[in-house]
């Protein structure tokens, strides 16, 4: 099928004129245009920096493959221990967590370090691609710019990918975005020379994050579908995903032969489903309300521009939108997209409307005024949500940090003080890095338990809660009873603390009851932490046969 250049042209128009091959090459004068983005990136960064003493969330896990790799020889593991009793599967894309071990092993940085600084420099060095994938897409240097300022300052691109977990999900974002742009050459532009970036770009995406390769592969095939649907582009697109596949063969052919296929169904149905995110009317009016103003704007922008991109005829964007909604959910990636749409409307549709009814002097004072109100009001709450100053968790502040110096305090003392073999509960979110700092097993979290298949998944996310939640040591010992659960030791956080991501502030009843129990005996304590052992021949083997009693 012939090339439909209608397409083309109907989502390259805009308010400045159209950028020339010619232009594209010359990466060095585009500088000034990305310059609002990647200061605005770089600002939040380093407000995350300082509020920040350790990375917010949790990377323990990854860490924790990372040491089992180099330990291996940088041979692929096949189980990864301290995670539950019998350690978790490995089939994680493992491209990350080379670089880790790599990193490790060269410069000996601790891994809260890595997980504090790498996933905001990730973060920052893909606003370029995103900037040039915007440029291309939309036409214009000017929309491009606002795009690409738009997602560095929105908090819920940035609550995944400048956190301790940012340490896949940014490099998998820069992969990604790099591999589009790749596509959108090739498919529009009809340059063969972008196959075998495109390919590369795909392979990378594959063997870092399994959610990101699935925003890469429709993005692309809507790309496809948009611009091309020729028997050439379908030539090319079928020779990108075949070559990223086949590159990618020594990760998956071994978690295959190792695990089986059931691994990968295992862990896809643990997350949900394609539309099982999408908010009712009644979920969107009470996340709008309890959302910051800047964040509120920019979800409703891109519902108008849609509206607007449509009445234009302009399909690919709301097309786009529409099915990273359909298909991906993540907030992250509507977000992403959605800043395509608002620029897109907002400076090729709102504001020649605007210079239209405006006085020449009335033009230059609005706009002046808004492009300063725009740029303090997103810097400001980004910086703000990464400074973990945001109620974003049901009243909890925004990037919680998963553990301080009395709980890696703690963890030391494990480690030093501690049998190889002792077993731990540990509540709260600490739990996720303790097999990684401590050396030592945790029995209950669900981290790595996803390639164990949705009921295992469940069962361990659901002790996890419920333990961490118990305000006295009677409750605990119902739950480790119920769950059949028998561990050495018992890791208490004091005072402030959370559970997935959410606040909690416990008593002091927990600590006094447990130093009142016969069953737990004091064996370290500091200002944030009591470590208890569990008294021999407690729980019992056999659990009783209903659940505790709510306490």
Known sequence: MAREQTHTTQETDSTESRIMDDGRGKTAGELLWMAPALVAGVCIFLFYLESHQYPAFGAGLYFRIAEEIA??????????????????????????????????????????????????????????????????????RIQATLAAFVVAVSPPVLQWHISAGGIVRAPATLFAL??????????????????????????????????????????????????????????????????????????WAQVLATHGPAVFAAAAGTHGGIGSSIPTVDQFVRRFLGETLFLSIWKVVPVVGCLYLLAQRRYFLPAWLATVILTVEKPRFVFLVGAFVSAAFLLDGLLPRLRREATALDREETVAFSV?????????????????????HAGSPSLPQFVDDGEVAAMDWAERSTSPDARFVVLGDAAEWFPQQADRTILVGPWGVEWEGQDAYRQQLHQFRRTSRCENALCLSGELEQAGVHPDYVFVPKGKYTVRGMKKDRGEAMVTTMLFSPQYHLAFENDDVAVFRVADGWPPLDPPASAPEPR
């Open 71 to 140: 330990a291996n020889g940088y041979a692929l593991p096949e189980r990864i221990p301290g995670y539950t009793a019998d350690g978790v599967p490995f089939a994680y894309p493992p491209l990350m967590f080379y670089v880790l071990a790599a990193l490790q092993d060269l410069t000996g940085l601790r891994a809260v370090t890595i997980a504090r600084f790498l996933p905001g420099i990730v973060s920052v060095a893909y606003l370029v691609p995103l900037y040039f994938l915007a440029r291309d897409l939309l036409g214009s």
């Open 372 to 392: 300063v109100a725009f740029a303090v009001l997103g810097v400001s709450t980004g910086a703000l949500y990464a400074a973990g100053g945001v109620d974003a």
């Open 178 to 251: 790099t591999g589009i742009y790749a596509c959108l050459r090739l498919f529009r532009d009809d340059e063969r020379r972008w196959l075998v970036p495109a390919m590369v770009a795909f392979a990378l995406t594959i063997l870092t994050h399994p959610v990101y390769t699935v925003f890469f592969a429709v993005s692309a095939l809507l790309l496809y579908v948009s611009f091309d649907r020729s028997v050439r582009g379908f030539a090319s697109g079928a020779a990108v995903a075949v070559g990223g596949v086949v590159l990618t063969a020594p990760w």
